[in-house]
């Protein structure tokens, strides 16, 4: 079988979206963070010390979707119509999940994967105090399983109407 | 056992570290992301159309791990004296390490995980054209197990001399 | 009268544009700073020690006006074709008038108000010293009648033409 | 009484701060937005279509403190130590104050308008859709009252201990 | 010949676009830094102990692109649909070429300069050490002929299919 | 000669700073723009239609010189203490000159050479509709001879006094 053929290492660039036609683009991901189940406990009842776990790690994910053309240099700048994040607290774990939206000329899904990675960095951050040991380590918590759950686009027939 | 007592729902508060000292502060954190072997084969080979996937990947990394409190609304703004990350391609995921130092008030693992995530996330962003299906699904890419693997702190005992 | 249902205090979210058509928008708003007589003075004069206090106060109200969806997390981010800011020097208070538009599926007022407020608050970041009293205190200086003027939404009937 | 001499209208320039001490600083300011009951009563209710208005927004306020030397630019960067944000729902008005410390070269009054500012401005962007009449104009929504409560920096005396 | 009017001090403004027509824009633009020919032989062999200047270069160049809005006060938001960095080391200077490419109501030559500038800036940062002399000063590094190669714009004339 | 050794292209690495001593940290720096006499005359007399081109263009240059590490991805997050930037209308050229100072580990001449290259792209942006032809080229615009005029440190010999 014929190898591709070596690129120089001094290659880099962006795609050019210039001649691809505008879709509505939709994308879902998901990813988990791993605790102690005394830190979900706390979550549960609401007395993490830092605040709403929930609320704020929404927001942080949302805030994020929304810079993922400013953290990932090769991504174009999109106008995204809809950020949706949810947060399941499970019995070890809890989940993240993200919707994302936009009319573009390329796919969302990096957008739901940043905004994901900041909600649940956000929810460690947040609870960290309960997470470390004597020795300040943290032997239990674990981000995993961020994957794209489904990606969709499909061209608008007919344009909008007020 | 008593319960924690249950917090307003409203409460969301940054933690006050104006009474903390300076330490030396280090944080070294990791994750994966499994990729098809076809695309592990690629990067090896550097033929990946996007270009220099490794470099590009530590630079988002790097630049990710500054704009920490910019992405987490809790962490305090800090002045790191090191980001270094760094790439391993192994047989079906490629493993980032990164290792963050500042001589500041707060740990600086937050800023570890960050630079891990967005490298994590870069690599995903480079190869997605590798690891689409016919269907445009992503059957394989995972993004998993982010940890800290270490951390530390230590009071300076004398200032820097010149 | 029967209560509106409760919401859950973990819900937050982005409302979601993308079945609402683009309308030409347009958003006019202001407000004003209160400021002691002597400091209008100077304003009047060009005599503040920082410089030029309208242009500054004009580009950091244009330039915070780009950062609406940056700010306010639930923000769309837009294309704004024009942030227009003026203004007016009045005997004891200073009022500032945004005016922003755009052709988007979302109103434009949140843009304009926030380059109110960046303005407002860098009059008041340019003549701090002369507002400050002996103990370094602010007897005088407040922003307010921050509000919305006019907001305005129409359908383009026909495209641009060139 | 002479006249101040007249500055060129050229003229814009950053206080160099290079030598005066690190001063433990402390700012407390507070501001309203002036909202329909209707509206005041879905936030004491929870019922906020867009979700927990009180938690988003106190993040808002938080995040925007962290960008104050964006935001205005003649303000220095800043590591702050603390922002806290509190909103307190009245009868016919929301209150938001801010507290902000650092141990820096200059005050952080700055950083606690800005946080103040975005928490109002993010409590309007939360309840556009109930504060907007008929004709899609805001009667009643006003922010006022913005200003600095206390300032206060000291010398520290010795040095913090691990 | 009359002379123009004067214009107050205090004029600043973004230009209305609202009522421009989208068109197809490209500009593209070059410029150079001089350095030692000593440098420019590491650069060559890819012995910069800071890696790899040509990726990280590039990767600079794009990311700073895209945030000629939040750099340039008066300049608009766009939706870039490609920004292609390119550098050609010569024998005493390495010139850096970009081309940006969107669909919008403005050009976008001030993206492209953006571009170049930060990509000449950050090979000035990544070689800086074998630039200084032992005095600590830059005799030989500067940058220069920024300029505009080309500059197009027209009108599409049916919209883009899938 | 022995040659350098190879370093693998897929390097990268921000310097690690941890040891070195703060030191005062002084750079100067300047670059020029080269314009149309029709253009020099219009900024002397303070009629170009986007307005005052000279307190815009330092305060673009002083906004830009905070964000040099979210530019240069290698750079240091640095607290500056002074950005001054200096605008001088010649017949043919405007120059811009900047000073940055800050009390840190690492140099400033980035900082100062990206306030320089922000002012002059802003110059630019500013003057655009006055050096274009008529075939929309800019056949007199260079940025050109941006270099560092000087480059200091000293140890800071006792700590600052209030």
Redesign the interface.
């Known amino acids: 079988m014929p190898?591709?053929?070596?690129?120089d290492?001094?290659?880099?660039?962006?795609?050019?979206?210039?001649?691809?036609?505008?879709?509505?683009r939709m994308a879902r991901a998901s990813?988990e963070i791993v605790l102690k189940s005394t830190t979900i406990e706390?979550i549960k009842?609401?007395?993490?010390?830092?605040?709403?776990v929930?609320?704020?790690s929404?927001?942080?994910g949302?805030?994020?979707g929304?810079?993922t053309?400013?953290?990932?240099?090769?991504?174009?700048?999109?106008?995204?119509?809809?950020?949706?994040?949810q947060?399941a607290v499970k019995d070890d774990l809890v989940e993240v999940t993200a919707e994302v939206?936009?009319?573009?000329?390329t796919?969302v899904?990096?957008e739901a994967?940043?905004a994901i990675?900041?909600a649940l960095?956000?929810i460690?951050?947040?609870v960290?105090m309960y997470e470390?040991d004597a020795d300040?380590?943290?032997p239990t918590?674990?981000?995993?399983?961020?994957?794209?759950i489904?990606?969709?686009?499909k061209?608008r027939e007919a344009?909008?109407?007020?």
Chains 1, 2, 3, 4, 5, 6 share one sequence.
């Open positions: 190898q591709p053929p070596k690129r290492s001094t290659t880099i660039h962006m795609i050019d979206v210039s001649e691809k036609p505008q879709m509505d990813g706390k009842q609401g007395s993490v010390e830092k605040g709403n929930i609320v704020a929404k927001l942080a949302i805030a994020a929304k810079k053309a400013d953290l990932l240099p090769l991504c174009h700048p999109l106008r995204l119509s809809k950020i949706e994040v947060i939206k936009a009319t573009e000329k796919g899904e990096m994967l940043v990675s900041a960095l956000n460690w951050d947040m960290k470390k300040g380590q943290y918590t674990t981000i995993q399983n961020i994957h794209v489904k990606k969709e686009k061209l344009p909008l109407e007020a």
